[in-house]
Every structure is written in C-alpha cells, then in structure tokens.
C-alpha cells in the first residue's frame, strides 16, 4: 500500500508565499510522476504541477513564474513552493503520486486559503 501524507496549507495574504510538501511511503517504483493538484469550490481538479523522478516539470499555465515544484526522491517526497499568491489559488490542494498506467494515488488534501 501506498500512503501520501500532505503538510503546510493555511491561509495567507495575497501576495504571500506557503510551502506545501508530500511524503509518500510504501511500495514505490523507483520511476513515478508525482504532482499536485487543486480543487476549488464548485470546480473540477485540476492539475498545478508535475514532476517526473528524473526532475522534468510541467506547470498549469495559471501558476508558471509564481509556483516551483521540487522532489527529494532519497526521501520519496514532493514540494510545491507557492509564492505570489492570488485569492484565486484558494483551493484544496492535493498530491498526487502516479505509477506506470494503473497505480494512482492521492493524499488527503491541505486547505490553502489567500484572502484579498
């Protein structure tokens, strides 16, 4: 079994920065995608950012410049450094890990909230 844990949501200003993390643990495959995606009220997931384990990114056009995602694979962990942020980022911010086609997994979700 795979667990993802999720730390460092809250609420902040706008313009103020947070720093999520994800800890993964259990059966992991040494080459995986982990992410992060949002959802916000009345609104589908969508994707914020992804990593591959050999470091390539690929970012939802609304938070390139502003947001940064990072991965230390020796402790199967994944960040997400949100920086200038928008009342529009509040979400609930979910981690994702990904496993050839078929292993899926997601954490809990963090509440980020950004007030205006």
């Known amino acids: 079994q795979v667990q993802l844990v999720e730390s460092g949501g809250g609420l902040v200003q706008a313009g103020g920065s947070l720093r999520l993390s994800c800890a993964a643990s259990?059966?992991?495959?040494?080459?995986?995608?982990m992410g992060w995606y949002r959802q916000a009220p009345g609104k589908q997931r969508e994707l914020v950012a992804v990593?591959?384990?050999?470091?390539?990114?690929n970012y939802a056009d609304s938070v390139k410049g502003r947001f940064t995602i990072s991965r230390d694979n020796a402790k199967n962990t994944v960040y997400l450094q949100m920086n200038s942020l928008k009342p529009e980022d509040t979400a609930v911010y979910y981690c994702?890990?990904?496993?050839?086609?078929?292993?899926?997994?997601w954490g809990q979700g963090t509440q980020v909230t950004v007030s205006s």
């Open positions: 994702n890990l990904r496993m050839l086609a078929s292993y899926d997994y």
């Open positions: 259990g059966s992991i495959f040494r080459i995986n995608v």
């Open positions: 990593i591959t384990s050999g470091g390539s990114t």
